[in-house]
Nanobody, 117 residues
Framework: QVQLVESGGGLVQPGGSLRLSCAASTSGVTIYTMGWYRQAPGKQRELVAQITKRGDIINYADFVKGRFTISRDNAKNTVYLQMNSLKPEDTAVYFC??????????WGQGTQVTVSS
């Protein structure tokens, strides 16, 4: 089993920054990709960013390119999302997601990010 604990959400003004963290307790399960999705009210959950174990493949949604940076610390089984130049349309619940090499997916409980003046 994999347990994910997210932190770092909150309220920020437009143009501000937040850093999300997600720590994975894996109980011996091998993690391949780690990433973040988000879901705004009335909308489907969408990929924000994803990174492979070696960091050799990183995918960003077009709407965050140049503003968000994903990184991971394999020694700590932790993935980070640095969010800069936040916009009101970035307001959503952000979910941590990890996948095993055979693509079994695990989800965090979500952390609220609100961008508002």
């Amino acid at each position: 089993q994999v347990q994910l604990v997210e932190s770092g959400g909150g309220l920020v003004q437009p143009g501000g920054s937040l850093r999300l963290s997600c720590a994975a307790s894996t109980s011996g399960v091998t993690i391949y990709t780690m990433g973040w999705y988000r879901q705004a009210p009335g909308k489907q959950r969408e990929l924000v960013a994803q990174i492979t174990k070696r960091g050799d493949i990183i995918n960003y949604a077009d709407f965050v390119k140049g503003r968000f940076t994903i990184s991971r610390d394999n020694a700590k089984n932790t993935v980070y999302l640095q969010m800069n130049s936040l916009k009101p349309e970035d307001t959503a619940v952000y979910f941590c997601n990890v996948r095993t090499p055979d693509m079994m997916a695990y989800w965090g409980q979500g952390t609220q990010v609100t961008v508002s003046s």
